[in-house]
T-cell receptor, first 113, second 111 residues
Framework: EAGVAQSPRYKIIEKRQSVAFWCNPISGHATLYWYQQILGQGPKLLIQ????????DSQLPKDRFSAERLKGVDSTLKIQPAKLEDSAVYLCASSSRLGDGYTFGSGTRLTVV | KNQVEQSPQSLIILEGKNCTLQ??????????LRWYKQDTGRGPVSLTI?????NTKSNGRYTATLDADTKQSSLHITASQLSDSASYIC??????????FGAGTRLTVKP
């Protein structure tokens, strides 16, 4: 089966600019996650979707981060405006249902300068 | 507070040697524990998953153990290869779907 697709792989922007990441989960996977992984740390959950509904966005900095999964399939994560501390790898993962083992995409490496 | 701690933070071994990575957790109520391998620039890939009743699980040269009483897990790598160089992340899930990631152990295998 095809894996979780993410784009772009790399992005460099200046602080205060906007950026968007895209994720296409494994076909049929109802649950989709966005994680932020700062260098040297484990991934931190930003937001979790079940179909097109938000299950958990308690750690999403909502003043600058937003995410949507309008049709319950692919998803976008946006940062507006970006800060230097947003430099990280943004990982998308999907699973067939809540709590199941899930598959990660290769991530988008964001550098804010 | 649900936490996952991994040790060591980094490890360097020679090719062909064995090594053991540790994961201690306080996540409760415990549902399952997963070990992931994350190559540089890639997303994590699942190695093993264990539930409360499982003590050990193998995946090729990787063997994970779980002691649910002491809330400890280990990942043993046998006959290491250069391709084993990666970060190994322990992820513990609670029954309320609260998932906690360890910071990972960075393993370097040298020839």
């Amino acid at each position: 089966e095809a894996g979780v697709a993410q784009s772009p792989r790399y992005k460099i922007i200046e602080k205060r600019q906007s950026v968007a990441f895209w994720c296409n989960p494994i076909s049929g996977h109802a649950t989709l996650y966005w994680y932020q992984q700062i260098l040297g740390q484990g991934p931190k959950l930003l937001i979790q979707f079940q179909n097109n509904g938000v299950v958990d966005d308690s750690q999403l900095p909502k003043d600058r981060f937003s995410a949507e999964r309008l049709k319950g399939v692919d998803s976008t994560l946006k940062i507006q405006p970006a800060k230097l501390e947003d430099s990280a790898v943004y990982l998308c993962a999907s699973s067939s249902r809540l709590g199941d083992g899930y598959t990660f995409g290769s991530g988008t490496r964001l550098t804010v300068v | 507070k649900n936490q996952v701690e991994q040790s060591p933070q980094s490890l360097i071994i020679l090719e062909g040697k064995n090594c053991t990575l540790q994961c201690n957790y306080t996540v409760s109520p415990f549902s399952n524990l997963r070990w992931y391998k994350q190559d540089t620039g890639r997303g994590p890939v699942s190695l093993t998953i264990m539930t409360f009743s499982e003590n050990t699980k193998s995946n090729g040269r990787y063997t994970a153990t779980l002691d649910a009483d002491t809330k400890q897990s280990s990942l043993h790598i046998t006959a290491s290869q250069l391709s084993d160089s990666a970060s190994y992340i322990c992820v513990v899930s609670a029954y309320n779907n609260d998932m906690r990631f360890g910071a990972g152990t960075r393993l370097t295998v040298k020839p």
